[in-house]
């Protein structure tokens, strides 16, 4: 049996959730739409737990996927966990990131929207299939990760993060055609297959060689681990996969949050050409595809705009969550990625791709980058600062989207940076009709 992986949401939901609930509860912008978007709070999220008195909450949501197992359910995973980026006298100039709980395990975690709330329903780690741990969120100790960071468990850095070897930073979740789901996380950054259960089935990774050194003599560690394009780790520190989704015809697509180091820092933060990577899951070829990113302007620079998200909407578009933040000024869009007439990357010249810098530059090296159509300004749709990052997107059907927020946990350092408190922010999901008609046409799910 054939079934649409989305059809158990899509009609009803959509009437539901725009006849049920009062628009928005916070005070709205000017020139926002309050017809076209109701924003819902999730609630009943759990206890993560307690740092110097503060209590913390499950947060830091990154994604956001129609499950097709549960009638009204959401896919959502969390990152590597409540940190913060500390500068103070004893941090000087270093990169030094707090972790008030380093036990904490990242998570797939499930959300029901029951027609007047969005609300927790559950969550799980992922177990490692060769020894049985769950993974953290740790920095994984791989030759070939380029890391900076310092990571400390209290603001005096009296003591240190103890980091393993096999951490993710999850940001990116997808259903695929045969009930598997899709990961990817930022570190390596990888492409990671997992059962329903969440047990890795395939790891996809630019430092697949490393990782199958690091399982010694497993026989199966050829078949876990599997190879992306090197050039993959000239990410930014923390800034590797951000988003997934599998099309209709099965491929993978991933998109990095921030333009490659390539071939160096400055590049990186100046180029507006950001990659799209897509896998074929069954004979893991892969090609990646040119993004141009949102010009700087005003108080943003280039290197604030980041991707947050992604959302196939048929076997050629996508939906790609673009967003920038700087001083008083916020970014937050949604447009629509025409990706079937694009050329693909070729690593092989002289000058690297992220060295044009534009997709204009691009098309005078023969290389077409995808195509940008701009769709929604969530800053219009009831978005502000207060809500912290955007960085998860999903399709109701070819009128209604819906996006997250990541609220980093809800904490922040107060002024003097020797205070862990709550920042105030609190995760919620935005329903928002679109201005024109989606050709949306998802992936089936086999049954």
């Known amino acids: 049996m054939i079934k649409n992986s989305a059809l158990y949401l899509k009609l009803a939901l959509t009437a539901t959730a725009f006849q049920c609930c009062d628009v928005a509860t916070t005070s709205q912008s000017q020139n926002q739409d309050s017809t076209r978007y109701i924003r819902y709070e999730i609630t009943g999220l759990p206890e993560i737990g307690v740092f110097e008195g503060l209590t913390m909450f499950e947060g830091g949501f990154s994604s956001l996927e129609v499950s097709p197992f549960a009638r009204n359910e959401f896919y959502v995973v969390t990152d590597r966990g409540p940190n913060l980026k500390v500068k103070n006298e004893t941090t000087k100039s270093e990169e030094v990131k707090l972790f ?11 959300l029901r929207f029951t027609g007047t709330k969005m ?3 559950g969550g799980y780690p992922i177990q490692h299939p060769h020894t049985g741990e769950f993974i953290d969120g740790t920095t994984p100790q791989i030759d070939g990760i380029q890391n900076p960071e310092k990571a400390w468990v209290d603001l005096q850095g009296t003591e240190k993060v103890k980091n393993g070897n096999s951490g ?10 045969n009930k598997d789901l899709w990961v990817c996380e930022e570190y390596r950054p990888s492409i990671i297959r997992l059962t329903g259960d969440g047990t890795p089935l395939a790891i996809f990774s630019p430092l697949y060689e490393a990782e199958q050194t690091d399982l010694g003599s497993d026989q199966n560690k ?7 394009p090197e050039i993959l780790t000239k990410i930014r520190t923390n800034r590797g996969f951000e988003g997934i989704a599998v099309m209709l015809g099965g491929d993978v697509w991933a998109a990095l949050q921030s333009p490659l180091q390539n071939p160096d820092k400055q590049t990186g933060k100046t180029t507006r050409l950001n990659r799209l990577i897509k896998l074929n899951p069954e004979t893991g070829e892969t090609e990646m595809y040119l993004y141009e990113m949102n010009e700087a302007h005003g108080e943003l620079r280039q290197k604030d705009w980041k991707i947050g998200d992604i959302a196939a909407v048929n076997d050629s578009q996508l939906l790609v969550l673009e967003h920038a933040e700087k001083k008083n000024t916020k970014s937050v869009d949604v447009y629509l990625v025409t990706v079937h007439k694009a050329t693909p990357v070729q690593d092989t010249g002289k000058t690297t791709p992220e060295q044009w810098s534009t997709a204009e530059a691009a098309l005078q090296n023969g290389v077409k980058p995808v195509k940008k159509e701009h769709l929604l300004d969530m800053m219009k749709h009831g978005y502000s600062s207060d809500y912290g990052k955007a960085e998860g997107i999903t399709i109701l059907n070819d009128s209604t989207i819906v996006v997250l927020n990541d609220n980093d946990y809800g904490i922040a350092l107060n002024e003097t940076q020797d205070e862990v408190i709550d920042s105030g922010i609190r995760s919620f999901v935005w329903f928002v009709k679109t201005p024109f008609l989606l050709n949306h046409n998802p992936l089936i799910t086999k049954e």
């Open 168 to 177: 993710f930073d999850l940001e990116g979740i997808s259903v695929g055609r």
């Open 100 to 110: 008030p709980l380093p036990d904490y395990l990242p998570k797939i975690i499930k």
């Open 119 to 121: 609300e927790f329903v």
């Open 222 to 228: 050829e078949t876990l681990y599997r190879p992306l």
